[in-house]
């Protein structure tokens, strides 16, 4: 069923640098709006799972995801995620292989995006966590 009320629209202006697994800025109309805590690779136990970067970020963004289905969303409802890296060239390194985890897990509906290197995160042996927003009509 879709509500006309809501909306949210994924814009990439032409006089940007073509977008690559992110949207340049998203509009949202109506909904509900939805905060997500960042989340690294920690299981339910409390433990990090993955020791390379990309098998952290698989986790991690799976915990955000489920975050979003607790609060009665899906991936395509994300309209802003940030990941905070310890080490920004491994994610550069990595990024075709972040974005296969991405596609796999959340579509291709990309959301605004930023990378963000950080000294160490509050689990210090994650390598990535991820925090976000999300509009849920």
Do not use: K
């Not at 955000?64 to 920004?88: Q, S, Y």
């Amino acid at each position: 069923m879709t509500d006309p009320t809501w909306s949210l629209a994924r814009i990439n202006p032409p006089e940007l640098s073509p977008p690559t697994g992110f949207s340049h800025a998203v509009v949202v109309t109506g909904g509900r709006l939805v905060f997500l805590a960042g989340q690294t690779a920690l299981d339910g136990e409390g433990e990090l799972l993955g020791e390379t970067l990309p098998d952290q970020f698989a986790v991690a963004l799976a915990n955000l995801l489920a975050a979003l289905r607790g609060a009665g969303g899906a991936p395509e409802h994300l309209a802003r995620v940030t990941v905070h890296t310890t080490d920004v060239a491994a994610y550069r390194a990595h990024a075709p292989e972040l974005g296969l985890i991405w596609r796999r897990l959340a579509g291709r509906d990309y959301p605004a995006m930023a990378v963000i290197g950080a000294v160490r995160l509050w689990d210090e042996q994650a390598l990535v966590e991820l925090d976000g927003m999300a509009v849920i009509p």
